[in-house]
Structure formats: structure tokens, C-alpha cells
């Protein structure tokens, strides 16, 4: 495995998220992108329908597999933010997959995107020395003043599955981003350990300009993955990040909270936390014995942040 942060480079130019509010997403065909949604924040004018202040969402675009749940309201006492899943109605990602998936939250909007369940990803065929993979891509755009929350459910590697992912987004200095992600080596109940052929999963951070502010590249092995059987992977299998961006927010103060809350501290769990390059923010790196443990670990370090931020405390998130 490995991972590395991107700190700016001199010239660095990379392709923009999706923006602004058109029938399909500047640069793109319609067919281009498998699921597409912009969410806004309502003012007294814009939308009967909402009150003023209220994320909703102003457009989808949707195509199979894929399906966008209508708005939930979970904060007690705060409507303002808008609880979305995205569904998917098939089994898993299969061999040959290319799924491109696009996000835009406009200005002041405060968004928690989840899942309903974990994404399988299936045994792909090697034909003719040819090997078979999928490839899964986001682009999101993040803009002033906005709060975006995805927490995705875990990523589960079959025996002989190859998988291709990116994440790009677009960030707006004023913008508040929570990001997590859970890595499952496989079907650890059946005994299934490491025995994907590759994953590899690269995130780009850009400005609005398209300067690059931080990125994270990961390559992780399975079959031959020569540390598999180590200690450190055989204790802790699976992998998870966690990025948080937080502007005008002191950053020693989430620290000591991440290091002194006892809910934090978790045999179950190896933790390391670094600054991110470029911006107010930190990466969390976690390993671990169960998927449950990290989803509580993730769940309670965004309830942190929500405390520290002066935002809505954490509600259930029904799944």
C-alpha cells in the first residue's frame, strides 16, 4: 500500500469540477456522467416549496444503477441541512464498469451525502491475458460557504476484483468538507482475505482556479501484496481516511479533542492524524479489526467537528 500527500506543484493545472446550474454539466453529454445531482440553498424568493435558508435539491440526473432518495430533514430544531442517499439497484461494480458520478453544492448549502449499503465489488475475468477492471469516478463541486458531509458505507474488494477510483473536487476557501472512506479486503466472514487482484484510489483537491491544495493517492495489492499475512494487516485488514476541511477554525483545538475524548480512543483501532497541505485541515488515517468500529470512530469524529464548528449535534442516520 501506499499513500501520499500533494502538496501544490508549480504550474499545476488539473481539470475543474462540475459547476454552475445547467440542464446537463458544463463540458459533459448527457450520457457522460451516471448520476448527476446540484443542490442549493433556498431563499425567500426562489422555491415555495422550501424555506429560506433549506438545502434542497434543484437538480438530478439519473441512470442505472443509480437513484437519488427524496430530501431528509434529521437535525432536531435545525431543517437547514439536507440528508440524501444515493442508492444503488444493482448487486455490486462488476468487470468493466466505468461509473462517472457528479455532485455540485452551491453556495451556503449544507449537504450529508451517505449510502444505503456497502458497494460490492466482484470477481473480474482475465481473458486472453486481458484483465478485466472497473473504474469509478467523482467529480464535485463545493461553493462558498457550503458544508458538504459525504460519508460513504465501506468498500468491499471480492477475490479477483480490480478497481480504478477517483475523486475530484472542486473547493471554495470558504467551504466546510467532511470525507471518509472505509477499505474491506475482502469477505473476512468467509475467510476471504486479500485476495483482490488491485485497488487504487487517487483524490484531487483543487481551488477554484484549479490549483491544486492537497491530494492522496493510494495503491493497495491483494494477492500479492507480500504483507498481507504481516502482523499489521492481519490485525487491523481494513483500511479507512478521513479528510476534514475546515476553514477559520483552529485546528489544535480538533486535535487535542481527537486525542483526549475517550469515545476516541479505541483498542479496536490504530489512528494517526496529520495537517493537510494547502488549506485548514486534517487527514485521519485509520486500521482496524471491524467495520462497525470504524463507522463509530467516523461517526464520532464528525460529531467532534459538528461540536467544535457550532453546528446541529450528529442525529441518527437511519439505514
Known amino acids: 500500500m501506499t499513500s501520499t500527500l500533494l502538496a501544490t506543484p508549480t504550474n499545476q493545472q488539473s481539470g475543474q469540477g462540475i459547476e454552475n446550474s445547467t440542464t446537463n454539466p458544463p463540458g459533459t453529454r448527457a450520457n457522460t456522467l451516471d448520476f448527476y445531482a446540484r443542490v442549493g440553498c433556498a431563499s425567500a424568493s426562489a422555491d415555495l416549496t422550501v424555506r429560506s435558508g433549506q438545502t434542497f435539491v434543484a437538480q438530478q440526473y ?27 439497484s444493482a448487486p455490486g461494480i462488476f468487470g468493466g464498469d466505468r461509473l462517472t ?24 475475468p ?33 477475490a479477483d476484483a480490480q478497481l480504478y477510483q477517483s475523486t475530484t473536487i472542486t473547493l471554495h476557501p470558504s467551504s466546510r468538507l ?46 500479492s501484496n507480500a504483507f498481507k499475512d504481516s502482523f499489521f494487516f492481519a490485525k487491523y485488514p ?25 469515545q476516541l480512543n479505541s483498542p479496536h483501532l490504530l489512528t494517526g492524524a496529520s495537517p493537510l ?20 470512530y467516523i461517526s464520532q469524529v464528525l460529531a467532534c467537528v459538528r461540536t467544535i464548528s457550532n453546528e446541529p449535534d450528529l442525529p441518527h442516520i437511519p439505514k
Open 62 to 88: 439519473t441512470a442505472y444503477p443509480f437513484r437519488l432518495s427524496r430530501t431528509f430533514r434529521l437535525d432536531p430544531g435545525d431543517n437547514r441541512r439536507a440528508y440524501l442517499y444515493l442508492m444503488n
Open 178 to 223: 467532511f470525507l471518509s472512506e472505509i477499505i474491506v479486503p475482502g469477505r473476512l466472514a468467509r475467510a476471504e482475505y486479500y485476495q483482490f487482484r488491485e485497488y487504487q484510489n487517487r483524490l484531487q483537491v483543487l481551488a477554484p482556479d484549479g490549483t491544486l491544495l492537497f491530494g492522496d493517492a493510494m495503491r493497495l495489492t491483494g494477492q
Open 101 to 124: 458520478l457528479g455532485l455540485t453544492a452551491e453556495a451556503n448549502t449544507r449537504l450529508y451525502l451517505t449510502d444505503q449499503a456497502a458497494t460490492k465489488v466482484h470477481k473480474m
Open 126 to 158: 482475465v481473458t486472453d491475458a486481458t484483465v478485466a477492471r472497473a473504474q469509478l469516478a467523482w467529480q464535485i463541486t463545493v461553493g462558498a460557504g457550503a458544508s458538504l458531509e459525504f460519508v460513504p458505507e465501506p468498500l468491499m474488494l471480492y
Open 238 to 262: 481494513l483500511i479507512s481516511n478521513i479528510f476534514i476541511v475546515l476553514p477559520n477554525i483552529d485546528l489544535d483545538t480538533i486535535s487535542h479533542e481527537l486525542a483526549t475524548n475517550p
Open 277 to 296: 497541505p494547502n488549506c485548514n485541515g486534517l487527514l485521519i488515517k485509520v486500521m482496524g479489526e471491524r467495520v462497525d468500529h470504524i463507522q463509530t
